[in-house]
């Protein structure tokens, strides 16, 4: 069964559209996983509104929409998802950040639609819509024997890392997330061992990250560190830095592929057909 990935949505923090942005992008996180006919979604930036135009041209009837956190450039993308304002369309949303809490992921992604902050409501969405909360940790169980795995990453207000896995393929999400210079994250080691895909936060570089303490994010360079640690196949450097123009995101991607030459920086529009190399679309 054909494993895809496709980046919509690679900047971090706020979109940023601008002559300077053109070649890596300006759309903030939004992935796209297909797995068969499985469609699988992970967070709602800016990028799903093209993903949302793109899964209608192509006719898919349903998805699972998988949110590391609710920051708001991990959301602010939701309220333009064509799909979800079609009453045919099926819709499973899970986030595992906010189990227990008042509302949970149905009432952020609500509060964010309500006025005077957004004319449109989410009951606008006729769609068929389902909202899971889970504990970050877990192991959730797709259809078509498509198995989740979870770890709990450290940033602000909390996040959720993911592996995906299915027929012997693995998929790693790892965004937002800080590590301690000098000690990895055991989590995070855990949940990527041995995968043949690492999408890592790499918001910064080594050098920029001192004076990032507290802000909840990482480099490439421990990217790396990880990535090899746990003898993982590729990574994809994601969730860029806003002031990191496509100049200096050459340099990352040149630099990272000196140090390691399986780590590339990801780009709107890349895909991936799991097991060849990654191209631009």
């Given at each position: 069964m054909a494993y895809k990935v496709k980046f919509w949505g690679v900047r971090g923090s706020i979109a940023c559209p601008s002559p300077d942005y053109m070649v890596f992008g300006g759309n903030?996180?939004?992935?796209?996983?297909?797995?068969?006919?499985?469609?699988?979604?992970?967070?709602a930036g800016t990028g799903i509104r093209m993903l949302g135009q793109d899964l209608t041209r192509r006719g898919v009837a349903s998805a699972t929409l998988l949110l590391t956190h609710t920051h708001w450039d991990?959301?602010?993308?939701?309220?333009?998802f064509g799909p979800a304002f079609n009453p045919v369309f099926q819709l499973r949303l899970m986030a595992?950040?906010?189990?227990?809490?008042?509302?949970?992921?149905?009432?952020?992604?609500?509060?964010?639609?309500?006025n005077p902050t957004f004319p449109v409501p989410l009951?606008?969405?006729?769609?068929?819509?389902?909202?899971?909360?889970?504990?970050?940790?877990?192991?959730?169980?797709?259809?078509d024997g498509i198995v989740v795995r979870t770890a709990p990453l450290r940033h602000p207000?909390?996040?959720?890392?993911?592996?995906?896995?299915?027929?012997?393929?693995?998929?790693?999400?790892?965004?937002?997330?800080?590590h301690t210079p000098g000690q990895p994250d055991d989590n995070i080691l855990r949940l990527i061992q041995g995968a043949d895909l690492v999408i890592y936060d790499s918001t910064y570089t080594d050098e920029e990250f001192p004076a990032k303490i507290g802000w909840g994010h990482s480099t490439w360079q421990e990217g790396v560190r990880l990535?090899?640690?746990?003898?993982?196949?590729?990574?994809?450097?994601?969730?860029?830095?806003?002031?990191?123009?496509d100049?200096?995101?050459?340099?990352?991607?040149?630099?990272?592929?000196?140090?390691?030459d399986g780590a590339f920086a990801a780009r709107d529009g890349m895909e991936l057909q799991m097991g060849s190399a990654p191209q631009n679309a």
């Open positions: 903030t996180s939004c992935i796209e996983i297909a797995i068969g006919d499985q469609v699988i979604i992970l967070d991990h959301i602010n993308g939701f309220p333009f595992g950040h906010l189990a227990g809490k008042p509302g949970g992921i149905r009432g952020v992604l609500a509060a964010q639609m309500e009951t606008a969405m006729q769609g068929v819509m389902s909202y899971q909360d889970f504990n970050a940790g877990e192991t959730l169980t797709l259809t207000n909390n996040a959720t890392g993911y592996r995906i896995e299915h027929d012997g393929v693995s998929v790693c999400y790892v965004t937002d997330t800080e990535c090899r640690a746990a003898g993982v196949k590729r990574l994809a450097i994601f969730h860029h830095d806003p002031n990191h123009a100049s200096f995101m050459e340099t990352v991607e040149a630099d990272a592929r000196s140090a390691w």
